[in-house]
């Protein structure tokens, strides 16, 4: 499964050229214009780390680094033209995982983001167990009574949302927007289907599943399973 990163920059050509370098290396993208829209899309885009932006048109990255850290905690690496020393204390000290000074070489971002990313997802190599089944985030398996089932990159980032909620109901629209990118309209019915075949995966009966239940009219709850 690949990570997805979030990228927050007011400035749409180095946006552009941020994804790009992203893509290539297999990493998913979100991304965002101003504070206002970081902390609207960030609820939904599920992102694994985010690339974040000091100076944005209505506010400053360091706020936004505290609102969005309150909704999820995960790494975060300042990227900024500003190369005072105060400004990437103050960025650390804050907690940020680096600090990029702009301009940057792409090979550069690459290498300090997957340092990041290995620092701080290097513990979810650990299995997680659902039932009588085991799920390694680090390697991206699941194996169940001992054997390895293989799931679709859409099924895996389905179960890695839902797993992180876990005990608590997943709209549907926080989950296709988990899946896809752009308008959600229209994709209830293909979630249903990823849905459906996840349950065959997970399941002992798909038909009266344990763990992978359905709250009528609101979306989806991964049931805790013992010890969790």
């Known amino acids: 499964m690949a990570y997805r990163i979030f990228i927050v920059d007011d400035e749409p050509a180095l946006q552009k050229m941020v994804k790009e370098i992203l893509t290539q290396e297999g990493y998913e993208?979100?991304?965002a214009l101003s504070c206002a829209q970081a902390l609207e899309r960030f609820r939904c885009a599920v992102p694994d780390a985010v690339l974040?932006?000091?100076?944005?048109?209505d506010g400053d990255g360091f706020s936004l680094f505290g609102k969005l850290r309150e909704i999820?905690?995960?790494?975060?690496?300042?990227?900024?033209?500003?190369?005072?020393?105060?400004?990437?204390?103050r960025g650390l000290g804050l907690g940020a995982d680096d600090y990029i000074t702009k301009p940057f070489l792409p090979q550069e971002l690459l290498l300090r983001l997957k340092a990041v990313l290995r620092r701080v997802y290097r513990e979810t190599s650990a299995l997680s167990s659902l039932g009588n089944v085991k799920i390694d985030w680090g390697k991206c398996t699941v194996h169940r009574n001992g054997r390895e089932v293989s799931l679709t990159a859409k099924e895996f980032t389905l179960l890695k949302k839902l797993w992180e909620a876990r005990g608590n109901i997943v709209t549907i629209d926080t989950l296709c927007a988990a899946l896809w990118d752009g308008p959600l309209v229209g994709y209830e019915n293909t979630l249903m289907v990823h849905i459906r075949?996840?349950?065959?995966?997970?399941?002992e009966d798909p038909s009266h599943p344990q763990f992978l239940l359905t709250v009528r009219g609101l979306g989806y709850r991964l049931k805790r399973g013992e010890g969790q």
């Open 29 to 31: 993208t979100d991304a």
């Open 52 to 57: 974040l932006d000091v100076m944005l048109p």
């Open 72 to 89: 999820r905690d995960v790494p975060v690496i300042f990227l900024s033209a500003r190369d005072e020393d105060e400004a990437r204390l």
């Open 197 to 203: 075949r996840l349950r065959e995966k997970i399941e």
